[in-house]
């Protein structure tokens, strides 16, 4: 499966939002809400809800990328996402709020260096990961549609 590189940009921003609204308020919910979009994402990416508003509302607007990126190493970054995420969840939700909020601040940080600079720590992570098992690395492929 192949992505378009701005979608998952899009999701870090409005994720990023969503993590800044977590720390500002302490609300377990919220981080269980993130928690839950971000396990969807890892699961099936095509069932992203900020990857549907992505690809429902700005894709049609911007054209078509020039390159398409495999979708692993973004389900990969969801997943360490998910993980943060539930931390943060049972932290603020079990009366941690030191543990919650740690948690969703690098969860925060993370999403934040992708939305703003294009950097994927979750990504470069999984390809540190199969470079040091001398699996394949996924590459980018070329848009044909562009």
Wanted: proline share 9%; net charge positive; hydrophobic share 55%.
């Amino acid at each position: 499966m192949l992505l378009d590189p701005r979608g998952p940009r899009f999701s870090a921003a409005v994720t990023a939002v969503v993590l800044v609204v977590v720390l500002v308020t302490g609300s377990g919910w919220l981080a269980l809400a993130q928690a839950v979009v971000f396990a969807l994402s890892a699961f099936r990416p095509a069932l992203s809800p900020y990857g549907l508003v992505y690809r429902a509302l700005l894709a049609p607007r911007l054209g078509r990328p020039g390159e398409l990126e495999p979708a692993a190493p973004y389900r990969f970054a969801q997943s360490v996402g998910f993980d943060f995420a539930a931390v943060a969840t049972v932290g603020y939700l079990a009366g941690a709020p030191v543990v919650g909020t740690v948690a969703a601040g690098f969860a925060l940080a993370a999403a934040f260096l992708n939305a703003v600079f294009g950097l994927c720590l979750g990504c470069e992570a999984f390809l540190l990961f199969r470079r040091a098992t001398h699996r394949p690395v996924p590459s980018r492929v070329p848009n044909p549609a562009a």
